[in-house]
């Protein structure tokens, strides 16, 4: 049986702290829909209303660019140990890149970790738990390093070179509003 909640609970919050692993959802107005696994100790929740993770460098920047367009985003997260649980988080996304003045606030919050592009923010206006009984469990290996050690590799320059090319507008052609680091 699903219930809706208006706010992060402590009980929601700390399902949310526990899980290694969450996925977005956004689209654009016409065009593909976005969903996209992340990892890594990305993932916080910053008060009631408000959730957030750095968004590393990767193949493609849709959430932002769909962001841009029209705000919508969805986190879903679902135990794979222990008892079963689905929670989906359902709001206004804000992207909130290294030149905007609040990633000196939001950014502390945050691990350094090589290619960080921007903070995704949702502005929580109702989250969704289901029982979740469908889904297998899994036992937690650890985290990929390919995607860290990659953008270590490449370093700043290289990144911003890889950004400028893959990270500026999205699979359908919207703009994502995103800037290189110089």
Not at 82 to 100: A, K, N
Request: with cysteine; charged share 25%; aromatic share 10%.
């Amino acid at each position: 049986m699903s219930k809706f909640y208006k706010q992060i609970t402590p009980t929601l919050r700390s399902f949310i702290e526990a899980q290694k692993l969450f996925f977005t959802a956004s689209a654009p107005k016409d065009g593909r829909i976005n969903l996209s696994p992340k990892g890594i100790d990305s993932f916080r929740v910053l008060d009631k209303k408000t959730v957030g993770y750095l968004d590393l460098t990767g193949s493609g920047n849709e959430t932002a660019g769909h962001l841009r367009e029209n705000g919508r985003l969805t986190i879903m997260m679902c135990s794979f140990e222990g008892e079963p649980l689905i929670l989906r988080l359902y709001g206004q996304g804000e992207v909130v890149s290294t030149h905007d003045p609040q990633w000196e606030t939001l950014s502390p919050q945050f691990p350094e970790l090589p290619g960080e592009r921007q903070i995704i923010l949702l502005h929580v206006e109702s989250l969704q738990t289901s029982c979740g009984y469908g889904v297998p469990e899994y036992d937690y290996v650890g985290d990929r390093e390919k995607l860290l050690t990659w953008a270590a590799r490449k370093g700043e320059k290289g990144i911003a070179t890889y950004q400028t090319k893959n990270n500026l507008e999205t699979i359908d052609g919207l703009p994502t509003g995103f800037i290189p680091k110089p």
